[in-house]
C-alpha cells in the first residue's frame, strides 16, 4: 500500500535528537517507527502500552539528575545525632 497520507507534529528538539538516536541503532526512521506505532495501537485497539504518572517527583528527578552530571549535593554526617539535628532545622 502506498504512503500517501503526511503527519506534521511538533515535539521538543532534545526529545527528537535523542529518539532518531535509539532508532538509529535499531536500523528504523521515526518515520518508520510512527508507522510501526500505528500499527500497534490498531492491533491492541488502543495506545500499546501503559500510560501513567511518574512515580518520582519532580525534585527527586532533578537530584538524580544532578548526581548524574556530577553534581554531589548529598551532605555526610559524623553521627545520626547530626543527622537528626539537621533535618529539624528544615
Known amino acids: 500500500m502506498a504512503k500517501t497520507d503526511t503527519l506534521h507534529i511538533r515535539v521538543e528538539p532534545n526529545v527528537k535528537q535523542?529518539?532518531?538516536?535509539?532508532?538509529s541503532d535499531l536500523g528504523l526512521s521515526i518515520s518508520e517507527?510512527?508507522?510501526?506505532?500505528?500499527?500497534?495501537?490498531?492491533l491492541?485497539?488502543?495506545?500499546?502500552?501503559?500510560?501513567?504518572?511518574?512515580?518520582?517527583?519532580?525534585e527527586t528527578i532533578q537530584a538524580?539528575?544532578?548526581i548524574k552530571n556530577g553534581k554531589n549535593?548529598?551532605?555526610?554526617?559524623?553521627?545520626v545525632d547530626e543527622m537528626f539535628e539537621e533535618l529539624d532545622k528544615t
Open 18 to 23: 535523542r529518539a532518531e538516536e535509539t532508532l
Open 33 to 42: 517507527a510512527i508507522n510501526i506505532f500505528l500499527n500497534q495501537i490498531i
Open 44 to 58: 491492541n485497539d488502543g495506545i500499546p502500552f501503559e500510560i501513567k504518572k511518574p512515580k518520582l517527583n519532580k
Open 64 to 66: 538524580m539528575e544532578d
Open 73 to 79: 549535593l548529598s551532605k555526610t554526617f559524623d553521627c
